[in-house]
């Protein structure tokens, strides 16, 4: 039964989602007027902020479930889910999930800021009702609109750090955003990327940024060429990795800074 509630909570998404708001925070500290040197953040609010974003991100997988019941027991890919399955309960995810979203919220209320908590349940807000109750069920653009979940985790972080939302911060959160749609994305965050460098990111960065989006570009073009179902599971399955090193290049561009 412990697996089947891991399952639930999507454990892969929850540790990509972590990883975005932990190295927003890193990076924020470069741009926030309270610390003296790169990555000077008390460690308790990273913690708090990695316990909140895990919470979060695990209670609003668990509630996507619940309430994609009905369609995961007519799918031949999700029923073997533990909720089709009968292997738990409807209620017992329900419950489940909302205890997560709650203590997420709560407990950043109490450790990190308002900004942040604002970010935290606008995430879950976004992901269980705009994505997965509305328009995952009524439109094709529910994976765009729905990427905005994952956007929350990164400004989560970044508030976390500065206590409020500049223009940076959200251009960062645009990132997931941007990421979320394969296709667009691989397009689009491209442009994107480069024009962070012009408002205060540095030399590492920009260069990692430069080549692992030229390097998805390529790959992304292929897949239009090549749309076979063997060659788009692979492009999906190298967007989490590289998404992560972005956010990883950003926290480290804080810490060894440097500009042409």
Known sequence: MLADYIEVSKPRIVLVLVILALTSSLAATRF????????DIPLYKLLFLGICGCLASMGSSALNHYFDRDIDKIMSRTINRPI????????????????????????????????????????IFFYVFIYTLWLKRSNASNIVVGGFAGSAASMAGWATTTGSMDALGFLIGCLVFLWTP????????????ESLYFLGLGVLYFITATISGTLMLAYHYKLTKYPNPDFAWKAYKITAPYLVVIFISLALDSLFYYRF
Do not use: Q, Y
């Open 84 to 123: 089709p399955s009968g292997r738990l309960t409807p209620r017992s995810v329900f419950i489940f999930g909302n205890i997560l979203c709650a203590s997420s919220i709560i407990i950043s209320f109490l450790t990190l800021n308002l900004m942040a908590t604002g970010m935290i349940a606008l995430g």
């Open 182 to 193: 394969p296709h667009f994305w691989s397009f689009a965050i491209k442009s994107r990327e």
């Open 32 to 39: 926030d007027s309270t610390p003296t040197v790169p990555w």
